[in-house]
């Protein structure tokens, strides 16, 4: 779904010219560490503690939750590291939030197709304000609001960007916003728009709908004029389904999958198939499909599933790969469409992020496990910044 590729420009919300795709934090990531402290990797752990060094934290360092091994978030650190300073076209941002995704569960375990090098700091995507501009800097200026997507050096309170690799967010976007929109629904907007061709009418099967993607793909499903098939496992996540759109609902744990689907469509099935949870669901899914459908694989939060390939035969469907990452460098104008598109659309009111829960910075480990047990419902963010104001 996401990876480390390179950069294209600056994108303004008031210009059409140029856009970024990934903020590679090559100093921000692996900095000489002062002090820090360890959590507990026997226990469920309801915070870190504070770093155990009181003169740690000077004007030189920040905080920064730290990766050391592929022992997962439980074996993740808080810890002091030195500020760096921008150097040519870099600026430095104060991160004000960082959105929590599937791949920082990954990329902590070393299961991840990015794999940086030890020591890091993760988390993908983040938002904040330009503190320091570096020689060479001509679009950004100190105080100017930007959303980063760094594919991990997000969890904590300053990084290095380079200029061009920053998306100018609009006053009417709030930072926490910003900082869990473009991932999670620049995925989305490409599976749908994209890949998946969606057109009114059309009838999409989005699986794990209640998640951060999956509550993307329903809004951008219903801004595209498609209707909405909300597959959950629990009731309570379904009900976040309904707020947000989803036309009709399945609760996979307790329904049979296909027998819904032929039930709700009158045995036609579906068009699309939204699948970003893999496992056991993938071969009911498909078997689903209208014939023409388009299975979107999207990511595998329950496992790879094993496909029998002459479903696709069967159903005249195609089985469509979905790599957000790799758009973003190799279809530019592309991807910078799908930017100006999200936004637009949140000026428009037509689509509602929210925020449903906030951790701070010194318990970004316990939003990743939430992550990796698949409790988390909507789009969960880690507030870097504790002098913002967030509400927690």
Same mark, same amino acid.
């Given at each position: 779904?996401?990876?480390?590729?390179?950069?294209?420009?600056?994108?303004?919300? #008031?210009?059409?010219?140029?856009?970024?795709?990934?903020?590679?934090?090559?100093?921000? +990531?692996?900095?000489?560490?002062? $002090?820090?402290?360890?959590?507990?990797?026997?226990?469920?752990?309801?915070?870190?503690?504070?770093?155990?060094?009181?003169?740690?934290?000077?004007? $030189?360092?920040? /905080?920064?939750?730290?990766?050391?091994?592929?022992?997962?978030? /439980? +074996?993740?650190?808080?810890?002091?590291?030195?500020?760096?300073?921008?150097?040519?076209?870099?600026?430095?941002?104060?991160?004000?939030?960082?959105?929590?995704?599937?791949?920082?569960?990954?990329?902590?375990?070393?299961?991840? /197709?990015?794999?940086?090098?030890?020591?890091?700091?993760?988390?993908?995507?983040? &938002?904040?304000?330009?503190? %320091?501009?570096?020689? @060479?800097?001509?679009?950004?200026?100190?105080?100017?609001?930007?959303?980063?997507?760094?594919?991990? @050096?997000?969890?904590?309170?300053?990084?290095? #960007?380079?200029?061009?690799?920053?998306?100018?967010?609009?006053?009417?976007?709030?930072?926490?916003? &910003?900082?869990?929109?473009?991932?999670?629904? =620049?995925?989305?907007?490409?599976?749908?728009?994209?890949? =998946?061709?969606?057109?009114?009418?059309?009838?999409?099967?989005?699986?794990?709908?209640?998640? @951060?993607?999956?509550?993307?793909?329903?809004?951008?499903?219903? #801004?595209?004029?498609?209707?909405?098939?909300?597959?959950?496992?629990?009731?309570? %996540?379904?009900?976040?389904?309904? %707020?947000?759109? &989803?036309?009709?609902?399945?609760?996979?744990?307790?329904?049979?999958?296909?027998?819904?689907?032929?039930?709700?469509?009158?045995?036609?099935?579906?068009?699309?198939?939204?699948?970003?949870?893999?496992?056991?669901?993938?071969?009911?899914?498909?078997?689903?499909?209208?014939?023409?459908?388009?299975?979107?694989?999207?990511?595998?939060? +329950?496992?790879?599933?094993?496909?029998?390939?002459?479903?696709?035969?069967?159903?005249?469907?195609?089985?469509?790969?979905?790599?957000?990452?790799?758009?973003?460098?190799?279809?530019?104008?592309?991807?910078?469409?799908?930017?100006?598109?999200?936004?637009?659309?949140? @000026?428009?009111?037509?689509?509602?992020?929210?925020?449903?829960?906030?951790?701070?910075?010194?318990? +970004?480990?316990?939003?990743?496990?939430?992550?990796?047990?698949?409790?988390?419902?909507?789009?969960?963010?880690?507030?870097?910044?504790?002098?913002?104001? #967030? %509400?927690?």
């Amino acid at each position: 779904m996401f990876g480390r590729l390179p950069v294209t420009r600056l994108l303004s919300p #008031a210009t059409t010219t140029t856009v970024p795709t990934i903020l590679l934090a090559r100093r921000g +990531a692996a900095l000489p560490f002062i $002090s820090h402290t360890r959590i507990s990797s026997s226990t469920s752990p309801t915070s870190f503690a504070k770093s155990s060094s009181s003169t740690a934290r000077t004007m $030189s360092s920040h /905080q920064a939750i730290v990766c050391r091994n592929t022992q997962g978030w /439980q +074996a993740l650190t808080l810890e002091a590291v030195k500020t760096p300073q921008p150097e040519d076209n870099e600026v430095l941002i104060k991160v004000g939030s960082a959105g929590v995704n599937f791949p920082d569960v990954l990329i902590c375990e070393g299961k991840y /197709q990015m794999k940086p090098a030890y020591p890091f700091t993760p988390g993908g995507e983040a &938002a904040g304000t330009v503190t %320091k501009v570096g020689p @060479g800097v001509t679009h950004l200026k100190v105080g100017d609001r930007v959303a980063i997507m760094p594919g991990h @050096g997000a969890f904590q309170e300053y990084l290095i #960007a380079n200029e061009e690799q920053c998306i100018k967010v609009p006053d009417f976007m709030p930072t926490d916003i &910003a900082a869990g929109l473009f991932f999670t629904y =620049g995925t989305s907007l490409h599976a749908l728009k994209d890949r =998946g061709e969606v057109k009114p009418g059309d009838t999409v099967l989005i699986l794990g709908a209640s998640g @951060g993607v999956g509550v993307a793909a329903i809004e951008i499903s219903k #801004a595209l004029g498609a209707k909405v098939i909300a597959a959950a496992s629990t009731p309570e %996540k379904l009900e976040v389904c309904k %707020k947000f759109g &989803a036309d009709m609902f399945i609760n996979y744990s307790t329904e049979n999958l296909k027998t819904k689907v032929a039930e709700l469509t009158g045995g036609r099935g579906v068009d699309v198939v939204y699948d970003a949870v893999g496992g056991p669901h993938a071969e009911p899914a498909l078997r689903s499909m209208a014939w023409r459908g388009r299975y979107l694989v999207i990511g595998f939060v +329950a496992g790879i599933p094993k496909i029998p390939l002459n479903l696709a035969l069967l159903k005249g469907c195609s089985i469509v790969g979905v790599f957000w990452g790799m758009f973003t460098a190799r279809e530019r104008e592309a991807f910078q469409a799908d930017i100006q598109l999200l936004m637009k659309w949140y @000026g428009e009111k037509k689509l509602k992020p929210i925020v449903t829960a906030r951790y701070p910075l010194k318990d +970004a480990p316990l939003a990743i496990g939430e992550m990796a047990n698949r409790k988390v419902v909507g789009k969960v963010i880690v507030v870097c910044d504790s002098s913002s104001g #967030a %509400k927690l």
